[in-house]
């Protein structure tokens, strides 16, 4: 494990991040392979397209090598209200703390743009239990479900978090 003090961040996206994304999406075990390729997708549209693109990123890299991310957007026709699309670390790092300090640093570039909410989405299935949590333990509060959104048994839980 890469200790805590040694963990860098950064905000601009590089060409060789797309494989990173790919690895620390593909390993979570969590996402479909259309999610997958969406994740991919987003990236490169930041890459292709700048500061013209909505999507921003946050790295986090610790011996040289990118240990986890996130994805976030101003939602359009909004007054801050921002979506988090990605938060993802690779496995190694699950578990330590590493994914709330990510989600903080995310949570002041938007509160330093303007931003005054974030909000979040995940599944309702039990192998999301642990993400439902870890948005609980940020703090986060669950707006709305959406029943069998995703698939019949499988809703959408919507989370936000005033800034």
Not at 2 to 17: L, V
Not at 59 to 85: H, K, N, R, W
Not at 113 to 129: I, K, M, P, V
Request: hydrophobic share 35%; with cysteine; aromatic share 12%.
């Amino acid at each position: 494990m890469i200790p805590m003090k040694s963990i860098t961040y950064r905000r601009e996206i590089e060409p060789p991040d797309l494989r990173a994304i790919l690895n620390i999406v593909q390993s979570s075990g969590y996402f479909s392979p259309a999610e997958v390729e969406l994740a991919c997708e987003l990236a490169t549209d930041r890459i292709e397209r700048g500061l013209q693109s909505s999507y921003q990123f946050l790295f986090a890299e610790g011996d040289g090598q990118v240990i986890g991310y996130t994805c976030y957007g101003l939602i359009p026709a909004t007054m801050g209200s921002y979506d988090l699309y990605w938060i993802a670390l690779s496995e190694s790092m699950r578990g330590c703390g590493v994914g709330k300090i990510l989600l903080h640093e995310t949570e002041e570039l938007i509160r330093n743009s303007g931003g005054r909410h974030l909000y979040a989405e995940t599944s309702s299935r039990d192998q999301y239990a642990s993400t439902q949590h870890f948005y609980e333990s940020c703090h986060y509060i669950p707006e709305a479900i959406l029943t069998d959104f995703y698939a019949p048994g499988d809703s959408k839980i919507i989370y936000s978090k005033v800034l």
